[in-house]
């Protein structure tokens, strides 16, 4: 199946600074989304970005689908921010409207006053 | 985006025992619900493709008879652990595609399930 590979497993920021996450995949997808798990397991849609750039507020998001991989930017960040984030792809091969989604392992951001 | 949740939010059984958690859409007629499975410090592994009035689907290593599966209506699919065994503790969450013409996934805000 698909690999997802998600980088760094674990990131520690003071306040106020920006980082980058990454998503590599091993295959084509139809579905590619950014989500952030709070401390209570609630999984939050961030981004649904198969390709290209999107913005939402201090969060942005480009994925290179040629390439086989996204990025996820957090600029300023808060300690609200602090939790787990998971990238999850739709494999193509999966064929049109599969929907099923492969989760990679997470970066657990904390973001520390 | 969709709204789906989940009842109840945490459950305690004992061994042997089954429990049933149910997953709602409820903004929206979901006919493919998706039942996933995450232990602690790990990361959401897909258990079934629920779809309404047929059978689910499983994915490799999942046992269909410990982990029933029921999408009955377009707005409700629901996962019972029959037989749970401590092994069984773990964090479900249920996830559909919201209707619309993206792929986008929307997840309820999951069940911890704990067996003693």
């Known amino acids: 199946g698909i690999q997802v590979e998600q980088s760094p497993p674990d990131l520690i920021l003071q306040e106020g600074a920006n980082s980058t996450l990454r998503c590599n995949f091993s295959?084509?997808?139809?579905?590619l989304q950014w989500f952030h798990q709070n401390p209570w397991g609630q999984l939050i849609n961030l981004f649904y970005?198969?390709?290209g750039t999107k913005q939402n507020g201090r969060l942005s998001a480009t994925t290179v689908a040629t390439e086989r991989y996204s990025l996820l930017y957090i600029s300023s960040s808060q300690t609200t921010d602090s939790g787990v984030y998971f990238c999850a792809v739709d494999p193509a091969y999966s064929g049109a409207g599969s929907y099923q989604l492969t989760f990679g392992k997470g970066t657990k951001l904390s973001v520390i006053p | 985006g969709a709204v789906v949740s989940q009842h109840p939010s945490w459950v305690i059984c004992k061994s042997g025992t089954s429990v049933k958690i149910e997953c709602r859409s409820l903004?929206?007629?979901?006919?493919?619900m998706f039942w996933y499975r995450q232990f602690p410090k790990q990361s959401l592994m897909l258990m079934a493709t629920s779809n309404e009035g047929s059978k689910a689907t499983y994915e490799q290593g999942v046992e269909k008879d410990k982990f029933l599966i029921n999408h009955a209506s377009l707005t409700l699919s629901t996962l019972t652990v029959t037989s749970a065994h401590p092994e069984d503790s773990s964090f479900y969450i249920c996830?559909?595609?919201?209707?619309?013409?993206?792929?986008?996934?929307?997840f309820g805000p999951g069940t911890r399930l704990t067996v003693t």
């Open positions: 970005i198969p390709s």
């Open positions: 996830s559909t595609d919201g209707g619309g013409s993206s792929y986008e996934q929307y």
């Open positions: 903004d929206f007629q979901a006919t493919t």
């Open positions: 295959d084509s997808v139809n579905n």
